[in-house]
């Protein structure tokens, strides 16, 4: 596929929620302030890669940058497409870049409890930093839920506060993230290469990483102003 036949750019809040409860098995759009980018080829709509400053306010404490130098690749929801994923992140992330340059690091997590362990990662040399540590989460709906998630819903960071949600709610304790980092510049890349680990291996073939599914209409994705993050 030739470059030409890829394009990037700003993408509707309607365009991204419809690629994210579409096109991601979380079937939902992350919480919080996103920068939303949309993809297409051959100007057809194919998803979203969504960027935001993450579940805490700390994301690039670790690494002594700010919230403004620190983002976090939350979510690729993409329908069938030629482009493979990795290089979608890449053009996306530069693209971002481009329009935010003080930002100094990317920060993405492979979700172990599906089976993901960062394939679209390795494939575009992020450093893997190793993962994180097991949390306990509710089963609400049939569904994993983070105990965020639960009290935005109303509930309580606890099983009987999950289950004022859904009644049959369940607590499970769930493996930690893997975690892979994306330097932007020359120094922040020294600074975390000796945080470099060996790549985990996949763990299971029942979920694949291109986070892709076919099928369903399409919306046009107008484009829209810039949203900093």
């Given at each position: 596929m030739?470059k030409?036949?890829?394009?990037?750019?700003?993408a509707t809040h309607k365009?991204a929620?419809?690629a994210?409860e579409?096109?991601?098995?979380s079937?939902?759009?992350?919480?919080?302030?996103?920068?939303?980018v949309g993809v297409?080829?051959s100007?057809?709509?194919i998803?979203?890669v969504?960027?935001?400053?993450?579940?805490?306010p700390?994301l690039?404490?670790p690494?002594?940058?700010?919230q403004?130098?620190?983002?976090e690749?939350?979510?690729?929801?993409l329908t069938s497409h030629?482009?493979h994923?990795s290089r979608?992140?890449?053009?996306?992330?530069?693209?971002?870049k481009?329009?935010?340059?003080?930002?100094?690091l990317a920060?993405?997590f492979a979700?172990?409890?599906q089976?993901h362990?960062?394939?679209i990662y390795?494939?575009g040399?992020?450093?893997?930093?190793g993962?994180?540590?097991?949390?306990?989460f509710?089963?609400v709906?049939?569904?994993l839920m983070h105990?965020?998630?639960?009290?935005e819903?109303g509930?309580?960071?606890?099983l009987?506060g999950a289950q004022n949600?859904?009644?049959r709610?369940t607590a499970?304790?769930?493996t930690?993230k893997?975690?892979y980092?994306?330097?932007?510049?020359?120094?922040?890349?020294?600074q975390?290469q000796?945080?470099s680990?060996?790549?985990?291996?996949?763990?299971?073939?029942?979920?694949?990483?291109d986070h892709?599914?076919?099928?369903g209409?399409?919306p046009?994705?107008?484009l829209?102003?810039k949203?900093?993050v």
């Amino acid at each position: 596929m030739s470059k030409a036949d890829l394009h990037i750019d700003w993408a509707t809040h309607k365009a991204a929620k419809y690629a994210c409860e579409n096109w991601h098995y979380s079937g939902c759009v992350p919480a919080g302030k996103l920068v939303k980018v949309g993809v297409w080829e051959s100007e057809k709509f194919i998803g979203v890669v969504m960027f935001g400053r993450g579940a805490t306010p700390n994301l690039g404490k670790p690494y002594g940058l700010s919230q403004d130098q620190c983002v976090e690749l939350v979510r690729i929801a993409l329908t069938s497409h030629k482009t493979h994923v990795s290089r979608i992140a890449a053009i996306a992330l530069k693209f971002l870049k481009r329009s935010n340059p003080d930002l100094r690091l990317a920060v993405s997590f492979a979700d172990t409890s599906q089976g993901h362990h960062g394939g679209i990662y390795q494939a575009g040399n992020w450093v893997y930093s190793g993962q994180g540590a097991s949390s306990r989460f509710f089963r609400v709906f049939g569904r994993l839920m983070h105990p965020r998630t639960v009290i935005e819903k109303g509930g309580k960071n606890s099983l009987s506060g999950a289950q004022n949600i859904d009644s049959r709610a369940t607590a499970e304790i769930v493996t930690g993230k893997h975690r892979y980092l994306m330097p932007l510049d020359k120094a922040m890349k020294d600074q975390i290469q000796s945080l470099s680990k060996p790549y985990p291996k996949r763990a299971t073939k029942a979920n694949s990483e291109d986070h892709s599914e076919s099928g369903g209409a399409v919306p046009t994705g107008t484009l829209q102003s810039k949203e900093a993050v």
